[in-house]
């Protein structure tokens, strides 16, 4: 079933769909490697990855960031995204983040910080055109013939991958059928008319999230906010045990995660794959 697995990785666009092998060793490693001083050797190590490239944007309160990873043995273009706001537990900066929301470059509204962060990293919109995130995914992605994108974040970086993954599809830089989000405890994104455009183009959309956190659940839907792409629920404590069978269900929005009864924290945003050697351990993130 592994070999199975692993070779699908392998042929571009319809068959890449969501695996737990995708997520763990694929998408983990990515978000992982986004809070690393220098992601290039880790990357090159555990996903053979023949080119990395980073980019930084400072915003108002906060900041993001962004890997373009270049997989050929998988024939996957990757897009890793972290974005965080310097005091995040702090209500204030919630409220002026995140209420109200903002209109963007395509359809709905979203948060402020994301709108921030898409346009600052991702568009570059004070950089020149050579040191633009988006045009430098465009060479990448040219080098790289018939090519699947993968695309990831955890946190508050899953929201801004989701911005961008309905940016490439609606600019029509990739092909909807080549595009995959996953995604790690992704903080809600948008409003409805978001959502709506966003699972029109993003086909292959997978919110991650585990038994227990409540990050993935706010800001709320009773302040606006939407749930975007399918969900994959995590029916232990962190995603891998040793020695217990994976169990996770793939539902429709938030369908599997709300039936789960109180109480649910923000501790267990930061529980995993429970992956204890990679570099989001040293900064919290994994255990």
């Given amino acids: 079933m592994m070999l199975l697995i692993i ?54 309160g906060g900041s993001c960031s962004g890997l373009i990873v270049t997989l050929p043995k998988r024939n996957i273009v990757a897009l890793a995204f972290r974005a965080e706001l310097y005091e995040p537990f702090y209500f204030d900066n919630w409220n002026k983040f995140y209420f109200p929301m903002r209109r963007w470059n395509h359809e709905g509204n979203v948060s402020k910080f994301l709108v921030d962060g898409f346009r600052k990293l991702w568009r570059g919109r004070e950089l020149t055109a050579a040191e633009r995130m988006r045009n430098q995914f465009r060479k990448a992605l040219n080098k790289l013939q018939n090519g699947t994108v993968l695309i990831t974040g955890h946190y508050v970086g899953g929201g801004l991958a989701a911005l961008v993954a309905l940016d490439i599809v609606k600019e029509e830089i990739v092909n909807k059928d080549d595009v ?8 809600m994104a948008g409003d409805k008319d978001f959502v709506e455009a966003y699972e029109k183009q993003v086909v292959k959309s997978y919110r991650v999230i585990t038994k227990g956190d409540l990050i993935p659940h706010v800001p709320g839907k009773k302040h606006g906010y939407e749930y975007n792409g399918k969900e994959v629920y995590y029916k232990r404590f962190g995603s891998v045990s040793k020695g217990k069978k994976i169990r996770y269900k793939l539902c429709y929005h938030d369908n599997c995660s709300r039936k789960q009864f109180e109480p649910v924290s923000s501790e267990e945003n930061a529980v995993y794959s429970k992956i204890t050697r990679y570099g989001l351990l040293r900064f919290g993130v994994l255990a």
């Fill in 180 to 187: 995959i989000l996953i995604t790690l405890a992704q903080i």
């Fill in 7 to 60: 070779l699908s990785l392998a042929i571009p666009g319809s068959c890449m769909n969501y695996s737990h092998y995708l997520a763990r060793n694929i998408s983990l490693t990515l978000c992982d490697a986004a809070y690393m001083s220098n992601p290039s050797d880790s990357l090159r190590s555990k996903l053979s990855a023949s080119d990395v490239q980073g980019f930084y944007a400072e915003l108002d």
